[in-house]
């Protein structure tokens, strides 16, 4: 069941919006806000709520990126594997985050606390290779840092 | 020289907020076009101006404003196309983050001049400082009476809204960014109609890069041959470029429209690093063809960089070094496109994937002659006039021309049956 909070930012932009389906997206970005993922049973709430099928919503939350459909971590880790990055050695970076966290992509630490996500260009290919945890954007990275930016986080 | 887009931004990169944007002149133009202009005046300045997108595709901004009809009435709208998602491109985010008061009188210019009724700024996710600073600019400009109903004082009225995207590449093409502003899947939808006519919510509409709507302040202000005079070139105004790769100094710089490659590699972004030597760049992003050290002198605009058998694209180039495999690098981009193709049309999900897996193949040393001709007829039957929109097309730019320029490498993997590159160990 949604709570009392998504539903009332959900109504919100609902009001902003000329048709119900046209808040899809948004719906999605709030209850992944509060839950920070999206289960099958939010996208029936959802559903409903917007007058839509369960496929239909699934089919847009399904198709971005940023709208995980499976229970992540505490934080987040994308890391940048495109091609600026690339060339400035991401792999490394890539190694010793899997290797620290000893978890691959798409994998959740079992503590719960980070989930390692690969990622397209993050847009600061001036400072590659590049990561963001939650909101927080890193640059320039090198592997010997890695630890020390991991540990900020709980 | 000037640098109109850039001039006023800190070296920290900070915004600047509202004051500080009018201090330096923010929100004259604003003023004066409200004052003195009609809106078909204000497109003619443009198109006078010969602006030319700066997304990538290069299309005259008048030009595409003018067909939006205008003795219809109902809602209109305007969309700031700030998804900026092309690998290796990091210009709009200086501009975003620097400077978000300059983008919003550019588009409330752009929105009179269409009469639009709406305006939406589609951010990019990943953009959190962007993000922050655009929602503080856009609340500051409905306080200083430049949005809302009766902007400042005049008979023209404007809402405007931010959304940020969830993350999709297909976001960047026009009718696919509409699909997700609406709430959906972002597909690309047929053409015609054209999103000037029939666009968001079937409405008129139009999508400019963040970088073309910088702009339109400063040709209200200056006018079209004080635009024009910007450029070393017939293609006006000043240009974001930027390098990235194995150089001294990767960044960004707004400089006159029309640099060869040379001074921007070599004066700007420093020169290759010391032990690395330059085998290529793709000049305008990853959907653009590589050019050589033989292009070195080609001028970097619309024109020149197409005789040279690339696109401007973006304009931010990404530099291939001797140390970095271009079967790689290749493979790298057809990863991404592969991962990014919306599945909508045949050829780009069922080719991209496969070229990615061919690239794969070759890079571990299973690689065959036969495969270089599947990557051959790929490059083909992906290209413009097969696929429903541009992405297929733009992610065979770098693999036909990698096949040309670096033919040897492929062969060698084949030969050698192993990639004879030390990956990533630089």
Redesign the interface.
Known sequence: MLSDTEIAQITHELQQVPVKKAACIEALKIVQQERRWVSDESIEDIASLLDMSTAEVDSVATFYNLIFRRPVGRHVILLCDSISCYVMGYTKIQNKLMELLHIKYGQSTDDGRFTLLPNACLGTCDHAPALMIDNDLYRDLKEEELEKILKKYE | MERPLTQHIPASGAALHIKEYEAVGGYTALRKVLQEFTPAEVTARVKDADLKGRGGAGFSTGMKWSFVPMNVSGPKYLVANAD???????K??WLLEGNPHQLLEGMIISAYAIQATQAFVFL?????DAAREMNKAIADAYAAGYLGKNILGKNYSLEM?LHT?????MCGEETALLN???????IPRAKPPFPQVSGL?GKPTIVNNVETLSFIPHIMNNGGDWFKSLSHTADGGTKIY?????VNN???WELPMGVTMRELLEEHAGGMKNGFRFRGA?PGG?STDFLTDAHMDVKMDFAGVAAAGSRLGTG?M????DH?CPV??VH??E??FA??S?GFCTPCREGLPWTEKILYALEQGHGTYADLDQLDMHTKLLGPGNTFCALAPGAMEPLQSALKYFREDFEQHIKEKKCPYA??S?
């Open positions: 900026e998602m092309e690998p290796g491109t990091f709009d985010r990019r996710w990943a953009y959190k809204q995207g969830v993350g999709r590449y997700s502003l609406e709430g959906k899947r972002a919510f930027g390098v990235s790769g194995q990767p960044g960004a793709l990853a931010t990404v530099v291939l070094d970095t790689g690098f790298n981009l990863h991404f991962q990014e919306c990956h990533h630089h």
